[in-house]
């Protein structure tokens, strides 16, 4: 049982945060909205087939199609798909840097909807949160006057915003809801076909023959050790430790997200970016650790 434990312990740990190595790595050259398309017709497909072998395939009324399909759009072809398009112009480093608000934004739409209270610890995790945030732009703010890094950061937000809002909504009205797997697999469907979509609008004329053997394997690693192994371990966990364990565990992945940009990618961590990331993950797990009873789960 330990072993098992550990293991998933791992595999939130490492492979989400290698997850934003893949994706810089397979953007180079492939489109971002195909890349996170196929990446999750892959994972749903494998999810789907494993549920057949099972006998564990379930009937999909149109209610729980809708739920589905509204998270899909919100977890998976918003966040993750504008997370991949935000990479093509921003380091993967950063972009786990700036991932790591999430929390804070899941709190403040929770303090205005009503569903949190605010207290002396949410206000110092948030206020840290923002320093660090503040840490990371303040030597750079002339880069956003680069319309393509601004473009980058602009996307990146808006994911954090729609995984925020998917969060609070998952967390809400899952009576009569599908089974985690099956309800994954549908998510993961959609999504691709949607992000697929998507590609092909924006940009019709596509070409594999540019598509590096480097990127496709990028994309096939964020298929089977991104979506499908990160997702059932932590979904283990879930049952296995307090959420709040695992939430604060998975930030873990901004360190391994850092320190693959940096071995890999020659991407730069200044003294700035690590001062940053202290105050970051101080402030998440403020606001965290004071959610024991009732952790938001991410």
């Known amino acids: ?56 395939l379930e009937k999909v009324s149109p209610r729980q199609f809708l739920r589905a399909f509204i998270l899909s759009i ?11 398009y935000a990479e093509k112009y921003i380091t993967s480093g950063l972009a786990s840097l700036i991932s790591t608000f999430t ?30 945030i503040f840490l990371i732009y303040q030597s750079s703010l002339t880069d956003l006057l680069i319309p393509e890094y601004r473009q980058g950061v602009f996307a990146l937000l808006f994911a954090i915003l729609a995984w925020a809002i998917g969060t609070i909504f998952m967390k809400r009205g899952s009576e009569n809801s599908l089974t985690m797997l099956m309800n994954v697999c549908v998510q993961m469907l959609i999504a691709g076909v949607v992000l697929t ?4 609008y924006v940009t019709p004329d596509i070409s594999t023959a540019t598509w590096s053997l480097r990127s496709v394997f990028a994309m096939i690693y964020l298929a089977l050790f991104g979506s499908v192994v990160g997702y059932v371990a932590f979904s283990y966990l879930i049952t296995q430790l307090p959420s709040t364990k695992v939430v604060i565990l998975s930030y873990i992945n901004l360190v ?24 970051i993950i101080s402030g998440v797990v403020i606001v965290n650790l004071k959610k024991a009873k009732n952790p938001v789960t991410l």
């Open 103 to 132: 929390p804070f934004c899941v709190l403040i739409l929770n303090l205005i909807f009503g569903y949190e209270k605010l207290s002396i610890k949410t206000v110092v995790g948030i206020l840290l949160g923002m320093f660090g």
């Open 74 to 84: 919100l977890m998976i072809v918003l966040a993750n798909g504008l997370t991949t």
């Open 1 to 56: 049982m330990k072993t098992k434990l550990y293991l998933a312990l791992f595999c939130v740990a490492f492979f989400w945060g290698t997850t934003f190595l893949g994706i810089r790595i397979g953007v180079e050259t492939i489109p971002p909205f195909i890349l996170a398309g196929i990446r999750n017709l892959i994972s749903g497909a494998i999810i789907f087939f494993y549920l057949y072998s099972q006998k564990k």
């Open 197 to 200: 979509a998507v590609q092909f």
């Open 256 to 279: 391994v997200a850092l320190f693959l940009g940096w071995l890999i990618l020659d991407e730069k961590i200044t003294s700035e970016i690590i001062v940053a990331t202290i105050f």
